[in-house]
């Protein structure tokens, strides 16, 4: 079959990864349960994720943020990695201008690609914004302060600070090829997450111990639900998705139809506003009229380094080679380095949810876009 060529800042390239067509989504739309999918209903799936769950819109800007093509190109060599770790789309930007956007499996610039726990990181600077318009008095309340069903339970004694650390103390199993597993067999509905959540047993004293569970990041949606009095995608839109310039419409999963948003899943957008996400990050959240949306260092606060674990922040990963990420399963990213002006957005459908091998790779991509641009700008 004869592949479409990819959209390349400076040019086109011939895709060589599967190529499915837009037209033909409906045929591949599989049951709920992206864990199971194949190839083909993980591409028509991730980007049609409002057709197989429940959804809440988020309205773009009539402004959008501009994404000019730069005047330099530097010489990166991604095709390798591309096609190896299925790739939908990757997006590099360099102080503002597009240096490197290219799209496959029948993804254009347009296209809206589910984003899993790169919304981890999106409901973090949400707690931001709630810190900052003083929803939220500090990081350091309770979990139970906001959500008084869970008083008595271990969440009593955990902050929020150590819930977006990954550090509840709490147990959870999150291994996403055992249907064993707690991320297999809890249901996500609201009130029945909390019961499920309520019924654990606390193996760690809060702030100690680091475990990667992504229910606790929806408890985190909860408790930005109850401090603002609104729902999670009506504040993104109205801080950040239309103050700062969001191009397109995303999409918001529902933890039940008519429900809250998933703290920690997940966000529907197109990779420029992946990438215009990364930018706001990158700023500390000040719109382009000068405007704060976040507390002052609130970014830097939420990057540092956990007692916990040294790589993790308020949702956010840290990385070797500099800079901090948003990640979700099979392959979604958004890469931030402040300090270059780097910035590197991915759309991905990799065949394993998460496997060390994988994350190398993508370390790997990212620091040679940095060794590359760095490079450039001392030539």
């Known amino acids: ?178 249907p064993s597993s707690d991320v297999y067999i809890e249901d996500w509905g609201t009130l029945f997450l909390q019961r499920y959540l309520s019924r654990k047993t606390r193996v760690a004293d809060s702030g100690e111990k680091f475990n990667y569970n992504t229910a606790e990041t929806n408890l985190v949606g909860m408790v930005l639900r109850a401090a603002i009095g609104n729902n999670l995608s009506t504040y993104l839109e109205e801080k950040i998705w239309r103050p700062f310039g969001m191009e397109a419409d995303s999409h918001w999963m529902l933890t039940e139809p008519g429900g809250g948003e998933f703290g920690g899943c997940c966000l529907s957008a197109t990779l420029r506003d992946y990438a215009r996400l990364g930018l706001f990050a990158s700023s500390n959240g000040v719109l382009r009229d000068g405007t704060s949306v976040l507390p002052a260092g609130w970014m830097n606060e939420s990057t540092a380094p956990s007692k916990a674990n040294e790589r993790y922040g308020y949702l956010w990963w840290l990385q070797d080679h500099g800079g901090f990420a948003a990640s979700g399963i099979f392959g979604q990213r958004i890469y931030v380095n402040p300090e270059l002006g780097i910035v590197i957005a991915q759309h991905a459908a990799r065949a394993a949810a998460s496997k060390p091998e994988d994350r190398r790779a993508q370390a790997g991509m990212e620091k040679s876009v940095v060794d590359a641009l760095s490079a450039q700008k001392s030539r």
């Open 1 to 178: 079959m004869l592949l479409p060529p990819l959209l390349l800042a400076g040019g086109l390239v011939q895709a060589e990864a599967p190529w499915i067509d837009p037209a033909d989504d409906h045929k591949h739309l599989g049951p709920p349960g992206p864990l199971t999918w194949t190839l083909e209903q993980k591409v028509s799936g991730f980007r049609n994720y409002d057709k197989i769950y429940p959804t809440r819109r988020v309205a773009a800007s009539g402004h959008a943020f501009p994404l000019p093509t730069a005047k330099q190109m530097p010489d990166l060599d991604l095709d390798e990695y591309f096609i190896q770790s299925n790739v939908a789309g990757l997006l590099v930007v360099h102080h503002g201008a597009v240096v490197y956007e290219r799209y496959g499996l029948g993804n254009t610039a347009a296209t809206r690609w589910v984003s899993y726990s790169v919304a981890k990181s999106v409901t973090s600077m949400l707690i931001g914004a709630a810190v900052h318009d003083g929803y939220i008095e500090s990081v350091d309340e309770t979990v139970a302060d906001y959500l008084p069903r869970l008083r008595g339970t271990p969440y009593e004694r955990t902050s929020i600070r150590h819930l977006m650390q990954m550090a509840s103390g709490v147990e959870w199993s999150e291994i996403y090829d055992d």
